[in-house]
């Protein structure tokens, strides 16, 4: 008879608010249960002592009125701590409850098992790991009263049954490197882990311990590589084929009969050739439309056609809402089928293809869903591989080599969950792509230890070649990276994005450049991408982490990082047996008496860097200050100020509040400030710091590949010796990028780059810490708060494009949903570096007359006019009430949405309608998802408030503008881009203004058939010159100006009516080839 499982405490907590300090409980619900079966329940409200903020009241369902007469937490504490016991607790997020609990004097010493973490961990392909979201991938069913502690408990019951089942299936070594991650002995999962190893073992009548041991040292000795490779999917597989292996699921494998079919408003474009069902269906349903439709899919195919054929440059705007890019999509496969069949009985070389796009999601949906459908409906079989950035692929020659050994500090919970995930994850894992994990903020830096990019990084001994040439899972066929090169050159269609586009492109060993025929889509992007890309970042925190990665002295006295990890091997008067490898300290980190005197004096150097980047950034802090006129505190307050978060925060004035968000451009205007004085001397100095620290990281690289002068020639580099080598070199090759940064910032020289300070952003909604944060607190230094880093971008990617991209004998179709203002494409084609006479273009659009409305209120102030935010505010309160909710309201800064926010917020809730603000109530998947949820819900967004969310639950039946998008010439990148042109206002801004708002209704208002509304609460489309031009950009519509007291009424009247109401607005205009 098998044991018995254990007895667990499932446990959910409502709660007043998410801050245990000063929120209280409003509800408990405990499950008792032991495998499947449940012994026992406990459930009870609790008087909270305070009221129920309203969104709470919302969500949970629960009132004051149902409070009236419950217990306390103080009189159900008893029952409560008899319940739960010793047991372990499960929940989601279970850190969060049993905070609340431990503040109660509860659960301190109970077991926690988190399924959010367990989750992430066993699924990290997830894109959500919310509860809701984590059952339905598992098939749990939920109940409909979500957000009530006992429906919610006994969700997370059932997903924690249904985790564990995925956990048992996975293997013992599998298991063995979960149980002996470098984690906190706090972090959740640890214990839980180690528990299920012990049982799995003496299951199987086995005690061992970790495979890595003498044993794998003499394989991996013998091999030239870890043997834990051996179990992976990639080795598995065996070599590459020359098509598409990673991609056999994807492309090669018939579709099922009853998969989705695509819409029927894209597979209406399609010829009669390929499509004839389809034309048959057409040919019943004929009407005006539709006929314009097909017209208007012929003059685009011809253009594409035409520009493929002649290896010519044309741009396409397309405009239709959902799949803008089916049209294109279908026109460029029929001409590559027929030009595929023309070189086969010409016996040529078959033409070749690459699409780019703006995001790997996109990337991935071109791949996975539009190419195998469009192909089969034109009976064609391309093979299509996927390239992803340089950074994009898992590096095996890292994973094995120094990832996973501790460097920079003590471990963290987000670091063990991060390499958890990377540890099944990399075993199943035929591509090694990044774009396959779900990485939640506090992972990306983790992924940065582990992924590609200095494959092609040449020694600074250039006779012993690059990493890629060295790597010995390259020379096996498990190379991730090399896979993907391979899949590359053997397919027809490749697919990237436009990020990947650009590191390939940059590159001296270029895959995509001698493809003929490319399809940029999200060409509207293109531009933002590819300067984002080309930008460097140097902030204190990534400073350090470089820094410290290499070498840290610890507050106990031991050494930690690089250099420690390799002291047996650097040590001048080491001298192993001949033949043997170079030996590697067996800890991560090595005592005083373990270094010599070199190895000692290169800690010296980093610690004087570490020193240097401090008074830098110190200093940075006070040019900014001076700069933007913020009162200026004495020397020593303000160095307790960037080192405290409290002290820097507590009492501080709006103004330093607002200072945040502001940036500095560095320019000649600053040589007369003292700060700027101080800040070049802090440069100079560290500068020189992190040379030394550069060389010394290059002449580490040497000795591990080549050893010192008391080494004979017969020794070679171990393993882990050459993995550490390529660790200094991509350490040196950032610190190398990051002071050629500073060096070239502080030059002021007029130059091809702009450069500037802000303040980094603060991690939005960062997971909780852990119970004991002393546990999980690194041991090193910590970067100052809010102290500005220095970015940069190119001012113009013409040049780039010019040089890259376009060239005499490709053909590159251009498209993109917003590319002409009021039908003409001159602002794009001289920001994309196109000839007027030599790139024809053509504009496909969708016609929304009947679909929406568009009203601009005639009677109210312009922006930036007394009155206007008053106004605006009473606008969205009366339309909250006429449509009770489902409105979206667009700002175009954070400080805007907050003003508003705070203003009518209780006004909505007083009329039971819930507000939502971005960046205030939660991440917008969850703002998006209580939407689509709840009625009465209104959400305010800022920005690009829709990016990162794949698809939309729902729309909203109102978009409310308040202000056109116009660029902020404040910001630095933008303003330098606007000195290029005479007339800025409408040479740059207005197009710039057009063009966003364009994308923007093409996402939120017309990816979907839903009848909707757009109000934009900005007069200057009526009183400025330039608004008419703005109007002009977008696809037709229905359009109303009036009275701001008839906009509720008009609005609710066009939703709720069948007819089209209002004057159609002219669309933009049609630039024909």
């Known amino acids: 008879m098998g044991k018995k499982p254990p007895i667990r405490v499932a446990l959910d907590l409502e709660t007043t608010g998410l801050h245990v300090e000063q929120d209280a409980i409003l509800e408990v619900a405990a499950v008792k249960f032991q495998g499947t079966t449940i012994l026992d329940r406990l459930e009870t409200l609790v008087a909270p002592g305070r009221s129920i903020p309203y969104r709470v009241q919302r969500l949970t369902g629960i009132t004051p009125r149902q409070l009236i007469g419950v217990p306390s937490f103080e009189a159900i504490a008893r029952k409560l701590q008899q319940f739960v016991g010793s047991f372990p607790i499960v929940g989601h997020s279970i850190p969060f409850d049993v905070s609340f609990l431990r503040r109660q004097g509860l659960a301190y010493h109970n077991q926690l098992i988190d399924t959010f973490e367990l989750a ?40 924690f049954l249904a985790l564990y089942e995925r956990l048992q299936a996975i293997d013992l070594a599998a298991l063995e490197e979960l149980a002996h991650l470098d984690a906190p002995p706090d972090w959740p999962l640890l214990t839980f882990f180690r528990q299920e190893l012990r049982e799995r073992q003496r299951e199987q009548g086995l005690q061992r311990g970790p495979i890595w041991g003498s044993l794998g040292q003499h394989f991996a000795t013998q091999l030239g590589m870890d043997p834990r490779v051996l ?423 709006p103004r330093f509040a607002e200072r945040l968000d502001q940036a500095l451009r560095l320019q000649r205007s600053l040589l007369n400030l003292e700060g700027w004085d101080e800040a070049t001397h802090a440069w100079r100095q560290l500068s020189q710091r992190l040379q030394t620290v550069i060389e010394l990281a290059q002449e580490a690289e040497r000795l591990l590949l080549t050893g010192n002068r008391n080494r004979t020639r017969q020794e070679r580099p171990g393993l882990l010796s050459d993995a550490l080598a390529a660790e200094f070199a991509m350490s040196a090759q950032r610190l190398r990028a990051l002071k050629e940064q500073g060096d070239q910032a502080f030059a002021l020289t007029e130059g091809e780059m702009v450069y500037w300070l802000r303040v980094p952003p603060a991690p939005v909604h960062p997971q909780p810490r852990s119970l004991d944060s002393a546990a999980a607190a690194p041991l090193v230094e910590q970067p100052l708060e809010h102290a500005p880093a220095i970015y940069s971008q190119p001012i113009q990617i013409a040049p780039m494009l010019k040089r890259l991209l376009f060239h005499p004998q490709r053909a590159t179709i251009l498209a993109g949903v917003a590319l002409a203002v009021a039908g003409d494409f001159s602002f794009v084609r001289g920001r994309l570096a196109l000839e007027m006479e030599q790139c024809p273009a053509y504009s496909l659009e969708g016609d929304r007359c009947a679909q929406t409305l568009l009203y601009i209120p005639n009677d109210v102030p312009e922006p930036n006019m007394p009155q206007y935010q008053r106004r605006l505010d009473e606008a969205i309160l009366q339309m909250a009430e006429a449509l009770e909710g489902q409105i979206l309201v667009l700002f175009t800064s954070h400080a805007a949405l907050r003003s508003s926010y705070s203003v009518i917020k209780a006004a909505l809730e007083a009329r039971d309608i819930l507000l939502l603000g971005h960046g205030i109530d939660g991440s917008p998947r969850q703002l998006w998802q209580i939407f689509a949820e709840q009625p009465r819900v209104m959400l305010f967004g800022a920005g690009g408030f829709w990016e990162g969310v794949e698809e939309l639950p729902t729309l909203p039946s109102c978009l409310f503008i308040t202000r056109l998008p116009m660029p902020a010439l404040n910001d630095p990148p933008l303003a330098a881009r606007a000195e290029q042109y005479a007339d800025q206002l409408h040479q740059m801004t207005v197009p710039v203004a057009a063009l966003r708002l364009r994308r923007t209704l093409n996402r939120l208002a017309w990816s979907a058939g839903k009848r909707n509304s757009v109000i934009i609460f900005d007069r200057r489309l009526i009183s400025k010159e330039y608004g008419q031009l703005i109007l002009h950009s977008l696809p037709r519509c229905s359009q109303r100006q009036d009275s701001v007291t008839q906009m509720p009424e008009a609005v609710l009247d066009w939703l709720t009516s069948d007819g089209l109401g209002g004057q159609s607005a002219p669309g933009s205009g049609v630039e024909l080839p």
């Open 231 to 653: 179990s992976f999917a990639v080795a598995r597989a065996g070599p590459p084929l020359p098509i598409l292996t990673a991609e056999a699921e994807r492309s090669s494998t018939p579709l099922p009969d009853d998969r989705p079919r695509l819409p029927t408003q894209s597979l209406a474009f399609s010829s009669s050739e390929a499509a004839p069902d389809l034309q048959i269906l057409l040919e019943a349903r004929r009407s005006e439309c539709e006929r314009q439709r097909l017209s208007s899919y012929a003059a685009l195919q011809h253009l594409l056609h035409e520009t493929l054929a002649r290896c010519e440059t044309a741009l396409v705007e397309t405009t239709l809402g959902g799949d803008d890019y089916v049209p294109l999509l279908l026109a460029v496969l029929e001409w590559l089928k027929d030009a595929a069949r023309q070189a086969g009985a010409a016996s040529l070389s078959l033409p070749r293809l690459l699409i780019s796009c703006a995001s790997t999601q996109a990337a991935y949906r071109i791949r996975d869903t539009l190419l195998p459908r469009l192909q089969e409906q034109l009976g064609a079989r391309f093979a299509v591989a996927y390239l992803a950035e340089r950074d994009g692929y898992l590096c095996l020659h890292r994973w094995f080599g120094t990832a996973q050994m501790r460097v920079g500090g003590g471990p963290r919970s987000e670091e063990a969950r991060a390499f958890a995930k990377f540890t099944l994850w990399a075993q199943e894992t035929l591509t090694g792509e990044r774009g396959e994990l779900t990485l939640l903020p506090h992972e990306v830096a983790s992924w940065e230890r582990i992924c590609s990019g200095g494959e092609r990084l040449v020694a600074s001994d250039e006779r012993l070649g690059s990493i890629y040439e060295r790597c010995a899972y390259r020379r096996k066929g498990y190379c991730f990276y090399q896979r993907a090169e391979e899949r590359v050159r053997a397919a027809q269609i490749v697919v990237t994005t436009h990020a990947g586009l650009l590191d390939d492109l940059s590159s001296s060993h270029s895959l995509l450049s001698e493809i003929p025929y490319r399809l940029i889509l999200d060409a509207d992007l293109l531009e933002e991408e590819w300067a984002r890309r080309s930008g460097v970042e140097l902030s204190h925190g990534r400073l350090l982490t470089l820094l410290q990665t290499l070498g840290i002295e610890l507050p106990n006295g031991r050494y930690q990082g690089l250099l420690a990890l390799a002291a047996p091997a650097l040590r001048e008067e080491v001298v192993p047996s001949a033949g043997a490898p170079l030996n590697l300290a067996s800890s991560s980190t090595v005592t005083r008496a373990e270094l010599d005197t070199r190895l000692l004096s290169w800690f010296q150097a980093l610690r004087q860097a570490c020193g240097a980047a401090n008074h830098f950034f110190l200093a940075l802090t006070h040019l900014l200050d001076e700069a933007l006129h913020a009162p200026v505190a004495s020397q020593s307050s303000r160095h307790d100020r960037g080192r405290s978060q409290a002290a820097r925060t507590q009492g501080q004035s």
């Open 120 to 159: 992430s961990v066993l699924l990290p392909s997830l894109p959500s790991y919310s509860l809701g979201y984590v059952a339905r991938f598992l098939g749990v069913p939920s109940s409909p009263e979500r957000h009530r502690a006992m429906a919610d408990t006994l969700l997370a019951m059932h997903v």
